[in-house]
């Protein structure tokens, strides 16, 4: 039982390698976010999946918990500065426009 979550953990290092490829190629900010959201999640089972390992399970509940808690926050942060970026330079381009005309 130990071997096979051993390579669950292997496969979810490898899913989140996939996953870097699209944060780091991604071709909008909002692919980036979903990615770097992602990796977050799957760093969470990965907390769990070393708890069972180790025999510690609730300890390293406690800790993914607050993790996860943590990529949630940063994940809302993120989506709101970018969508006030966004609306000030929608802002900036009709004002631009207006003195253009």
Request: hydrophobic share 55%; charged share 20%; proline share 1%.
């Amino acid at each position: 039982m130990e071997k096979f979550i051993i390579y669950i953990g292997m496969a979810l290092l490898v899913l989140m390698l996939v996953t870097l490829v699209r944060v780091i190629l991604g071709p909008s900010t909002i692919d980036r976010l979903v990615g770097v959201n992602v990796i977050g999640t799957k760093s969470t089972i990965l907390i769990i999946i070393l708890g069972t390992l180790s025999g510690r399970v609730e300890m390293y509940v406690d800790i993914a918990l607050a993790y996860a808690l943590l990529n949630f926050i940063a994940s809302l942060a993120a989506a709101r500065f970018f969508q006030r970026n966004r609306e000030s330079s929608l802002v900036d381009k009709k004002d631009q426009e207006e003195a253009s005309c």
